[in-house]
């Protein structure tokens, strides 16, 4: 299968919290799993990624915690700041091919309230 | 640089219309890509493009046409526009295939009404 569902749709945390997003997979064959960060009028930005030989992922106050044998991965977002509010994407690619065909997960809007 | 740059920002069609989405970028990216957003639907890839003169349908490819003469431009055509092409439109390019990070422009909001 080659969707990729994300939960919540919507999230609600106070200054300092740590909002988790979850991803589920289906398809094993996906091998490269990024999060983009999309702020109101601008296009999505690669925020960090990780490829299922490790199962966790960390660049700053982002983490990414990957489960292989469950197919889930997760973003959590450390002392979050009303900066990160923004809608969240997760995504799933297979290497390989000759093009690249991310699929994105349906995205979650973040309020981190001061 | 100025990256990926889409113009209109906005821009409002009647059914039946045509338009013409217009990408750019400066960073000699061979893959370039258009996807719409929907609310609660994510990204869906529309067309992409390996290099000048390649192209392919993405998912969601009916209703629209691309072309691809240079690197740096690839345009997105709207025929006979619908209410269901009513979306937010997003071109990317990327340096190679594989893992490499997209880079999105801002976005053109269309209304077909």
């Known amino acids: ?114 | 640089n100025a990256g990926v740059t889409q113009t209109p920002k906005f821009r409002i069609l009647k059914i039946g219309q045509s338009m013409t989405l217009q990408c750019t970028q400066d960073m000699n990216h061979n893959y370039m890509y258009w996807y719409r957003q929907d609310p609660g639907m994510g990204l869906k890839l529309i067309y992409y493009s390996v290099g000048a003169g390649i192209t392919d349908k993405g998912e969601v490819p009916n209703g629209y046409n691309v072309s691809r003469s240079t690197t740096e431009d690839f345009p997105l055509r709207l025929e006979l526009a619908a209410p269901s092409q009513t979306s937010v439109y997003f071109c990317a390019s990327s340096y190679l295939q594989g893992n490499s990070p997209l880079h999105f422009g801002n976005g053109t909001r269309l209304t077909v009404t």
């Not at chain 1, 983009?36 to 966790?56: C, H, N, T």
């Open chain 1, 1 to 114: 299968q080659q969707q990729v569902k994300q939960s919540p749709q919507s999230l609600i945390v106070q200054k300092g919290g740590i909002p988790i997003i979850n991803c589920a997979y289906e398809n094993t064959a996906f091998d490269y799993f990024p999060w983009y960060q999309q702020f109101p009028g601008k296009g999505p930005a690669l925020l960090i990624a990780i490829r299922p030989d490790v199962s966790e992922k960390k660049e700053g106050r982002f983490t990414i915690s990957f489960n292989k044998s469950a197919k889930q991965f997760s973003l959590h977002i450390m002392d979050s700041q009303p900066g990160d509010s923004a809608t969240y994407f997760c995504a799933a690619q297979r290497d390989g091919g000759a093009t690249n065909k991310l699929i994105f997960g349906t995205g979650t809007l973040l309020a981190v309230q001061p």
